[in-house]
């Protein structure tokens, strides 16, 4: 019987939980619940982000600096300088928090350019560069797709 009630509880927490956040979720956004081994996840998509940024080895993490420019119908671009970096790795995040970032699970080039790959929303592994990158890198990156590329100009 215990059990019972607190399987019950779990689920109306989380219900709960689920409706304000949906309140908070911006226009256009949808979350896609699924069965796990310990519970449901919930898939967010928010297309339309105020701002995308790139966070990264380059500029210690910070989800809010290197704004991208919005250069088409949710694509995002931005340069970062970088001089004999090693060991680059970088994500997006949206609206200048982690609360909404993408890495990548399945990325097999790791040479520049960086192209063809698309991130995923979640804490995913960051995105990463072979090699020592000397220059200006540029990155685009697609909120509504999620793909992105990476190269030097």
Request: charged share 15%.
């Amino acid at each position: 019987m215990i059990e019972r009630n607190e399987r019950a509880r779990r689920r109306t927490a989380a219900a709960a939980f689920l409706a304000l956040a949906l309140l908070a979720w911006p226009a256009g956004a949808w979350a896609g619940p699924r069965a796990v081994a310990d519970g449901i996840e919930f898939t967010f998509f928010a297309p339309g982000a105020g701002k995308v940024n790139l966070a990264g080895t380059f500029n210690g993490w910070n989800a809010a600096l290197n704004n991208m420019a919005l250069v088409a119908d949710y694509t995002w671009r931005t340069t970062v300088s970088l001089a004999n970096a090693t060991g680059v790795q970088f994500k997006f995040t949206a609206n200048g928090a982690w609360i909404s970032n993408w890495g990548e699970t399945n990325q097999s080039d790791f040479d520049l350019p960086l192209a063809g790959n698309f991130a995923e929303m979640g804490n995913f592994p960051n995105i990463r560069i072979n090699g020592t990158v000397n220059g200006t890198l540029r990155v685009t990156f697609n909120e509504l797709t999620s793909s992105y590329t990476a190269e030097l100009l």
